[in-house]
Antibody, heavy 123, light 110 residues
């Protein structure tokens, strides 16, 4: 059974770059059957898709965050990462990593989720 | 592009059925049969309950069903149980944003 676990600093200062890592166990990031993605939920708000990466390194990003987001993967460690630059209080949220399957060439649904990690942006 | 539109809240009594709508546009829900639904209990990870509009993962109860008409997708929960109380999110493939979530619907079981 695949498990995902997010890790990273819980507090980041405004204007800095936030970095989170998702460690995958029970499955391989090198699988051609899935993308690996990040989703966030600000306090009191709904879910927001951030982006996703394929084992080849191909990435998709949501347009509103594209200029500040980088998703990468390290198959040797079975981890993928999220970097979000120039953070503000609006980036305060619970960040989830998740496995994403696709239909044809189109992204489909998130079938395995991590427990989420809270990141607060504050000085 | 705005999120998919869901009602903020719905409620029902145990044993009843409820339906949650998810309205998009011809750029997302109306064109692609790639709507998924997630159940989210506070403090826990969301779980997938419907994908590709109406398909159900094997471990999900058949009390959950999905459908679509035009630009609106719907999630129906029949035989409401106390443990169904949660927030439900729809998500769709979208032409411009690739993936888009709805704002979420809080289900209260009375």
């Amino acid at each position: 059974q695949v498990h995902l676990l997010e890790s990273g600093p819980g507090l980041v200062k405004p204007s800095e770059t936030m970095s989170l890592t998702c460690t995958v166990s029970g499955g391989s990031l090198s699988s051609s059957s899935y993308y690996w993605g990040w989703i966030r939920q600000p306090p009191g708000k709904g879910l927001e898709w951030i982006g996703a990466i394929y084992y080849s390194g191909y990435t998709y990003y949501t347009p509103s965050l594209k200029s500040r987001v980088t998703i990468s993967l390290d198959t040797s460690k079975n981890q993928f990462s999220l970097k979000l630059s120039s953070v503000t209080a609006a980036d305060t949220a619970v960040y989830y990593c998740a496995r994403l399957f696709f239909s044809g060439w189109l992204l489909d649904a998130f079938d395995v989720w991590g427990q989420g990690t809270m990141v607060t942006v504050s000085s | 592009q705005s999120a998919l539109t869901q009602p903020a809240s719905v409620s029902g009594s145990p044993g009843q059925s409820i339906t949650i709508s998810c309205t998009g546009t011809s750029n997302d829900v109306g064109t692609y049969n790639l709507v998924s639904w997630y159940q989210h209990h506070p403090g826990k990870a969301p779980t997938l309950i419907i994908y590709e509009g109406s398909k159900r993962p094997s471990e999900v109860s058949n009390r959950f069903s999905g459908s679509k008409s035009g630009n609106t997708a719907s999630l129906t929960i029949s035989g409401l149980q106390a443990e169904d109380e949660a927030t439900y999110y729809c998500c769709s493939y979208a032409h411009t944003t690739i993936l888009m979530f709805g704002g979420g619907t809080k289900l209260t079981v009375l």
